[in-house]
């Protein structure tokens, strides 16, 4: 058993609840850890035994082009897509971070963080 870590992927995208949010857009961080059985992978040196990180990172940013209000809409999203195109994996963990949200005062960011396994 293995884990595949895809760490602080950045994003220019359009989430947001408030209309402004949709039309300015924000910087977004996305991180995606997911498990599965790398020994074929260990053994062989071969991409094809494995699961090609860029085939998720693709996913990743395909869906953060489409606007969603919730940070957990996306999470939600994210996870499907990577389970629907990647059946060997065990258990998926992603967190997305809204960076400098208007919250009126200053903050660095807001996440959600969902997980699910098989």
């Given at each position: 058993?293995?884990k595949?870590?895809?760490?602080?992927?950045e994003f220019?995208?359009?989430h947001g609840?408030?209309?402004?949010?949709?039309?300015?857009?924000?910087?977004?961080?996305?991180n995606?850890?997911?498990?599965?059985?790398?020994?074929?992978?260990?053994?062989?040196?071969?991409l094809?035994?494995t699961?090609?990180?860029?085939?998720?990172y693709?996913?990743?940013?395909?869906?953060?082009?489409?606007?969603?209000?919730?940070?957990?809409?996306?999470?939600?999203?994210?996870?499907d897509?990577?389970?629907?195109?990647?059946?060997?994996?065990d258990?998926?963990?992603?967190?997305?971070?809204?960076?400098?949200?208007?919250?009126?005062?200053?903050?660095?960011?807001?996440?959600v963080?969902?997980?699910?396994?098989?």
């Amino acid at each position: 058993m293995g884990k595949i870590i895809l760490e602080d992927m950045e994003f220019y995208a359009y989430h947001g609840c408030f209309e402004e949010e949709q039309v300015i857009g924000n910087k977004f961080i996305v991180n995606l850890e997911f498990d599965f059985d790398t020994g074929n992978g260990e053994l062989s040196d071969k991409l094809d035994d494995t699961v090609n990180y860029q085939e998720v990172y693709n996913i990743v940013y395909e869906q953060m082009k489409i606007k969603s209000h919730l940070l957990e809409h996306i999470g939600r999203r994210i996870i499907d897509a990577v389970f629907h195109k990647f059946s060997t994996l065990d258990f998926v963990k992603i967190k997305v971070s809204k960076l400098n949200p208007p919250m009126g005062g200053k903050m660095k960011a807001v996440s959600v963080v969902l997980e699910r396994g098989k």
